[in-house]
């Protein structure tokens, strides 16, 4: 069974451009959440995709957003880059309706902003 | 606001001599605590969730309890292998969000 898939790995961006981030979850789970890892602050929770609708959300800015699509793959987009959005990104899919199911994490995207 | 914390920050262990990991939490209406073990470059690899003080839950080495304001993770014989950093989150109702402690780093020396 194929794990949580994050693309790309890597990405250099310039203060004030926009980014998209890919996450494709376990085949059958419904459920795609979003988190920032900096060593500064841990991780932190952006927001959660059930059924292409967001259901739950973190304390971030609206530079962050995400949305999910029907075959469950959800994207995240951050706008007007800031050098402190530098940081690991990284999605969770899980299977039931509850954020309280087991969650499996992808690779993550390291993110760069020069 | 949810608050998680996480103590030691760093642990370091000889082979076979057990620990323990605490994580203590403050919640608006504890939906479910989670442990995660996450290794370098890695995404968090999930553990456990526990729903109620009073619950346990084990795998292999590890144990997991719960009380009313915190978690014990129990490793007991650990080795080499089970060196990573260990992430306890908390899903509360209240805010209906996710939030995780900073960690922490388990170090097992041969």
């Known amino acids: 069974k194929a794990g949580v898939t994050q693309t790309p790995r890597y990405l250099i961006k310039t203060r004030g451009q926009q980014v998209t981030l890919s996450c494709s979850p376990i085949?059958?789970?419904?459920?795609v959440s979003w988190y920032q890892q900096t060593p500064g602050q841990g991780l932190q929770f952006l927001f959660e995709?059930?059924?292409?609708?967001?259901?739950n959300k973190g304390n971030f800015p609206g530079r962050f957003s995400g949305r999910q699509f029907s075959n469950s793959r959800s994207e995240m987009n951050v706008s007007t880059l800031e050098l402190g959005d530098s940081a690991l990104y990284l999605c969770?899919?899980?299977?039931?309706?509850?954020?309280?199911?087991?969650?499996?994490f992808g690779q993550g995207t390291r993110l760069t902003v020069v | 606001e949810d608050q998680v914390t996480q103590s030691p920050e760093a642990l370091r262990l000889q082979e076979g001599e057990s620990s323990s990991l605490n994580c203590s939490y403050t919640v608006s209406g504890l939906r479910g605590l989670f442990w995660y073990r996450q290794d370098p470059g890695k995404g968090p690899e999930f553990l456990f969730t526990?729903?109620?003080a009073g619950e346990e839950k084990e795998k292999e080495r590890l144990k997991a309890t719960l009380t009313k304001k915190e978690s014990f993770l129990h490793i007991t014989a650990p080795k080499p292998e089970d060196s990573a950093t260990y992430l306890c989150?908390?899903?509360?109702?209240?805010?209906?969000?996710?939030?995780f402690g900073t960690g922490t780093k388990l170090q097992v020396i041969p």
């Open positions: 085949s059958g789970h419904r459920s």
């Open positions: 989150a908390v899903h509360s109702g209240g805010y209906q969000k996710v939030t």
């Open positions: 526990l729903y109620s």
């Open positions: 995709y059930f059924s292409e609708t967001q259901r």
């Open positions: 969770a899919s899980s299977s039931g309706g509850s954020m309280n199911t087991e969650a499996f």
